[in-house]
């Protein structure tokens, strides 16, 4: 062994050498002491990130909440209540008297299109604080909730850039800001979509997804339950869960979400129908599975649902087309190809029913799927300028382009908002319902009984669908929901002098009118006070000139 090494380890060279003498030291202190000092420059600063990276998480979609929330609130005081609106209101305050008091309810389950202990309370309670500009302010607060979803799947999903474009896109449609003053269960449904459609995508990222995959499931069952339309969308959030398991973890982590997802559905939905019995089995089929058809052609339904959203669906497609020749992976093909086919689900299926009855309301709920890929088109489309100083500009120019939408969007929702202005009607119908106890024929009484305060005593109203009796009970019903009662009931009942006041609606030529008005102008028992104003008929009215037999 030599003398620099020790084992497998090799002394430094002054180790093996005789100390040095005192006057070697100094001078080699003397030479340490001279020699300059290296000098240690900072590191180079990375390129800063783009201004809007550097904006706090949701800074960028609070202009677009702004612009949403002036464009609905607009609506809010426009008009007095349309039908629905009166209906579900009414029904909630009567359900609340229910709770409070044990007062009787009419059968609600067996005809509402949700459940009529979920929104209708909420709204009833709003309306009691505020009336109804409050309880529209509060679909409002659900709307403004669902865009702050789609910001929020779109930026998981695509970045924060797309996720902006995709909510400015879907705040300003016609529906959106239609809905966003619309005192009904489709916000409440709609947002509770968009908010398990966006904890479906959070449990198709990386970390648990166990917490996620309940939410995402209690808040869809809770979407189902406000509206049972919302059904047709399940499929939807169950695809976005399992493609982005799929990009994450492959098959397996794609099964298992579906499968996990599914299990809870499921389960939930059978002990709600468990629940709820026949009577909330039957309002489901009359209102989704046994739907009343209409005459509208097809191209009339894929023409209006065109109106509204033919710039979401055509960017939809472009990032289709845009995932094909530029994403590497299925699952982002396949991710794409999903929220495009959202969109197309509530057109096709009332195509197929030949209504245009509530296509707004479900076209939305699709439209909010077909945004965010549409938010990736327009990021694609500006990815492709190589100059950041151009993308910057050209980015500018975009969101200042939102602006024609908005001002399209505006004009499709007053237009929405355009139903007869109800006034005139309550006044002149407000002292007949108050001075006459007796049972009362409105064509469409929803109106009259959400007004008037005699429309708590609902046993006395019947309708062009069915005869309420003292006892609560209803005859006359076609069993179908959307087609009038039977003529000849109506007959047996007229011929008694059983209502003591008939509002017909004066400009109706179905036979189901005809027949009633003939009825009343052979019965001597009855007279025509007057033709009230409501839109462009108005209702003609029918007094009972004697007590009924």
């Known amino acids: ?26 001078r080699a202190a003397g030479t340490l002491e001279a020699a300059p000092r290296p000098t240690v420059r900072a590191p180079a600063l990375a390129h800063p990130a783009p201004w809007w990276r550097r904006l706090p998480w949701l800074a960028p979609l609070l202009p677009v ?16 209540a349309f039908q629905d609106e009166a209906l579900y209101l009414w029904a909630g305050h009567l359900e609340i008297a229910h709770w409070l008091h044990g007062s009787p309810l009419p059968a609600f389950p067996t005809y509402f299109s949700g459940a009529p202990v979920f929104y209708p309370p909420l709204g009833a309670l709003a309306d009691s604080l505020g009336g109804l500009a409050a309880a529209r302010l509060l679909s409002l607060a659900f709307m403004l909730a669902a865009t702050t979803a789609l910001w929020c799947t779109a930026n998981m999903l695509f970045g924060r850039r797309p996720a902006f474009f995709a909510a400015g896109l879907w705040a300003v449609l016609g529906p959106t800001l239609h809905l966003g003053a619309f005192a009904t269960f489709d916000a409440l449904s709609l947002s509770l979509l968009a908010v398990a459609a966006c904890c479906a995508v959070r449990a198709g990222r ?25 059904l047709l969308f399940d499929p939807v959030v169950l695809a976005l869960a399992a493609v982005t398991g799929w990009q994450e973890g492959g098959w397996p982590a794609a099964r298992s979400r579906l499968t996990t997802l599914l299990a ?14 026949p009577w909330y089995w039957r309002g489901v089929s009359h209102t989704v599975l046994d739907r009343a058809g209409a005459t509208a052609a097809v191209s009339a339904v894929l023409g209006q649902a065109w109106s509204w959203t033919g710039l979401v669906v055509v960017l939809a497609c472009g990032a289709v087309l845009a995932g094909l020749a530029v994403e590497r992976t299925w ?31 479900h076209l939305d709920a699709g ?30 120019c975009c969101a200042g382009a939102l602006c024609v939408p908005a001002v399209a969007g505006a004009r499709q929702a007053r237009a929405l908002t355009g139903w007869p ?46 005869i309420m009796l003292p006892s609560g009970h209803s005859v006359a019903q076609s069993g179908r929901i959307g087609y009038p009662g039977h003529p000849l009931v109506y007959r047996k009942f007229i011929a008694d002098d059983y209502f003591s006041v008939v509002a017909l609606d004066h400009g109706q030529s179905d036979p189901f009118d005809r027949a009633l008005r003939h009825y009343l102008e052979i019965n001597h028992d009855y007279r025509p006070e007057a033709v009230v104003p409501y839109g462009r008929n108005g209702y003609t009215v029918w007094l009972r000139v004697r007590p009924g037999k």
């Open 206 to 230: 990386a970390g648990p997804t166990t917490g996620w995959l309940l939410a995402a499931a209690g808040a869809l069952i809770l979407a189902g339950v406000a509206a049972y339309s919302t």
């Open 331 to 361: 699952p982002r093909r396949v991710l794409l190809a999903v929220l495009l086919a959202a969109v197309l689900l509530a057109p096709a299926e009332q195509a197929r029913i030949h209504t245009l009855s509530s296509l707004d309301k």
């Open 264 to 277: 809870y559905l499921v389960t939930a939905y059978a002990i709600l129908a468990r629940m709820g019995g």
């Open 1 to 26: 062994m030599s003398y620099g090494t020790i084992g497998q380890f090799r002394l430094p060279p002054f180790a093996s050498r005789a100390p040095a003498s005192g006057a070697s030291v100094a």
């Open 65 to 80: 909440l702004a612009v949403q929330t002036v464009l609905s609130a607009r609506l809010v005081w426009t008009d007095t």
């Open 367 to 396: 439209a909010w799927f077909a945004a965010a890929a549409a938010g990736y088109a327009v990021d694609r489309l500006l990815g492709c300028l190589r100059r950041p100083a151009w993308r910057a500009v050209i980015v500018t």
């Open 421 to 466: 202005d109800a006034a005139s009607f309550v006044t002149w119908l407000r002292p007949l319902a108050d001075h006459s106890h007796g049972p009362m024929l409105v064509e469409n009484p929803s109106i009259a009984e959400y007004y008037l305060p005699a429309g708590q005593h609902w046993q006395r109203w019947s309708s062009a669908f069915n």
